[in-house]
C-alpha cells in the first residue's frame, strides 16, 4: 500500500500540486486503503464506489473535504493506476454555497486585543491587517518584508503564487517592536516560530493549529457568538476594505484571487452596502 501512496506522490509532484494539496490527496487514497486494508489497486470499482458514498452518506463531509477526497481518488485511478472507472465521469457534489463569516472592525480590535500570547496576537494582527491565509502567516519569515519598498512579499501562496502586499507603517512598526521584544529567542527566521513544551523546535514554523484554538476561545470569552476561525479574518479584511472605499480588482489582487467573481461576494457584504438597500425598500414603501 505504502508503494501506491509513493507512486502517487511521484505523479502528484511531475503534475505541479501543491505540497498542501499533494498531503490532502495522499490523506484521501490512505484513507480509502485503509477502509478496505488492501491496495487501492486490488481494488474494483464497485468497491471505490462504495467508499465514496461512505464518506458522503456515513461520515457527512463537507463539501470542501468532500471534493477533496473525490479529486484525490480520481487522481489516484486516473493518473496513478491507470484505471478508467465509469463513475468518474459522473462523479459530482452540488455545491452548498454559504456566506463567509464576517467580524465588525470592533469585534476584531476586541477579540485580538484579549489574546495574551504575544506570538498568537501578533499573528492575529497579520492574518487580519494583509487578509492572509493561515498557512501564508504561518511561512512568513524575516526576508519577505521589504523595508525600503514597504511591501511585503508572500511565496508560494495558494496554486504556488507569489504576490506582493502593501506594508502600513502602523504594522511594520508592530513587527518590528515583536521581533525584539516579544518572539522566541530561536535561530531561523520564521516570525513565528514553533515552541513546545518549553523546548525550541530551531527552523520550524508554528503550525496555526494552536493560534485557532485560542483564538476560538478568546472570541467567546469577548461574547462573540459567530463562528470564528482564522479564515473569517480574512474575509473580514476584504469586507472592510471595501467599507473603506478600496477598488474590488485592488482587493482581489490582495487576496491572490484568480477570478474577480471569487472577491465580488464580499460586496454583499458591507455595512454601506445594506444600508443603501434598506433605504431603497423604505422608499419603496413610502407610498403605503
Not at 23 to 45: M, V, W
Not at 180 to 197: A, E, L, Q, V
Not at 199 to 207: N, V
Not at 265 to 278: I, M, N, P
Request: net charge positive; with cysteine.
Amino acid at each position: 500500500m505504502e508503494k501506491t501512496l509513493r507512486k502517487m506522490d511521484e505523479d502528484m509532484q511531475l503534475a505541479g500540486l501543491s505540497e498542501s494539496t499533494r498531503n490532502a490527496y495522499l490523506t484521501g487514497a490512505s484513507q480509502l486503503q485503509k477502509f478496505y486494508g488492501r491496495a487501492a489497486g486490488d481494488l474494483s470499482e464497485k468497491e471505490v464506489k462504495n467508499f465514496l458514498l461512505h464518506l458522503k452518506n456515513d461520515k457527512k463531509h463537507a463539501y470542501n473535504t468532500l471534493n477533496q477526497r473525490y479529486n484525490a481518488i480520481r487522481f489516484l485511478y486516473n493518473r496513478s493506476l491507470n484505471r478508467e472507472f465509469k463513475l468518474f465521469d459522473y462523479l459530482k457534489i452540488p455545491k452548498n454555497v454559504k456566506l463567509p463569516v464576517i467580524l465588525s472592525e470592533e469585534e476584531i480590535w476586541l477579540s485580538i486585543g484579549a489574546v495574551r500570547k504575544p506570538l498568537y496576537k501578533m499573528m492575529l494582527k497579520v492574518i487580519y491587517v494583509c487578509g492572509l491565509r493561515r498557512n501564508e502567516a504561518v511561512n512568513l519569515r524575516a526576508e519577505h518584508i521589504d523595508r525600503s519598498r514597504m511591501i511585503l512579499e508572500i511565496r508560494n501562496g495558494k496554486g504556488n503564487k507569489d504576490r506582493y502586499l502593501p506594508l502600513s507603517n502602523a504594522l511594520l512598526k508592530d513587527l518590528e517592536y515583536y521581533w525584539k521584544h516579544d518572539r522566541p529567542k530561536i535561530c531561523g527566521t520564521y516570525f513565528f516560530p514553533r515552541i513546545r513544551f518549553w523546548k525550541e523546535f530551531k527552523g520550524e514554523p508554528i503550525s496555526g493549529e494552536s493560534l485557532l484554538t485560542a483564538y476560538k476561545k478568546v472570541a467567546a470569552e469577548c461574547g462573540i457568538t459567530k463562528q470564528v476561525n482564522l479564515h473569517c479574518l480574512r474575509h473580514s479584511f476584504a469586507t472592510h476594505l471595501l467599507e473603506h472605499g478600496c477598488a474590488l480588482k485592488a482587493i482581489q489582487e490582495l487576496l491572490g484571487h484568480s477570478n474577480i467573481n471569487t472577491t465580488a461576494v464580499y460586496t454583499h457584504l458591507t455595512e454601506q452596502g445594506e444600508e443603501h438597500v434598506r433605504k431603497a425598500m423604505d422608499q419603496l414603501m413610502s407610498g403605503f
